[in-house]
């Protein structure tokens, strides 16, 4: 049985991350895998998808990193949010804040229209918060 635990919070993303980290090398299953955890905004609508009768919503992240020369290197992740849990996700817009914790997923692989090959990073979330302060989590 799954269950939905929704609470609101106010915490530092540094304190959600280091209580995240802490609470998945306690959980049984910690090393099948590698855990990630996630900040950006979102670069497209979510969309809603079924597989095999499981309602999921993937979320299309953008994170952005600075380096010493001030370039600034967008990375994009496209995140699968399982289960009942996709529908709190359904009406997120693009430019909505995105926080998560999960398992990294096997990347997809495209070519783009100028013939180079790009890489979107999966991630299976674990939980998740938007710009709202609301966690989600799966017990």
């Not at 304190?15 to 049984?28: D, G």
């Not at 309602?55 to 994009?76: C, G, L, M």
């Not at 009942?84 to 997809?108: I, M, N, T, Y």
Request: charged residues 25%.
């Amino acid at each position: 049985m799954t269950t939905i635990t929704t609470t609101r919070t106010r915490r530092s993303t540094r304190h959600l991350a280091t209580t995240a980290k802490t609470n998945a090398f306690n959980r049984e299953n910690a090393n099948d895998g590698v855990l990630v955890t996630l900040t950006g905004s979102l670069w497209k609508d979510t969309e809603l998808k079924e597989h095999n009768g499981l309602p999921f919503a993937v979320v299309s992240v953008v994170s952005s990193e600075y380096t010493h020369a001030n370039v600034i290197i967008k990375h994009f992740f496209r995140v699968a949010i399982w289960g009942e849990k996709s529908a709190l996700v359904k009406d997120w817009q693009k430019g909505h804040k995105f926080f998560c914790h999960g398992r990294l997923r096997d990347p997809f692989v495209y070519t783009d229209a100028s013939g180079e090959d790009r890489v979107i990073q999966n991630i299976s979330a674990s939980e998740f918060e938007g710009e709202d302060g609301y966690m989600v989590e799966v017990k």
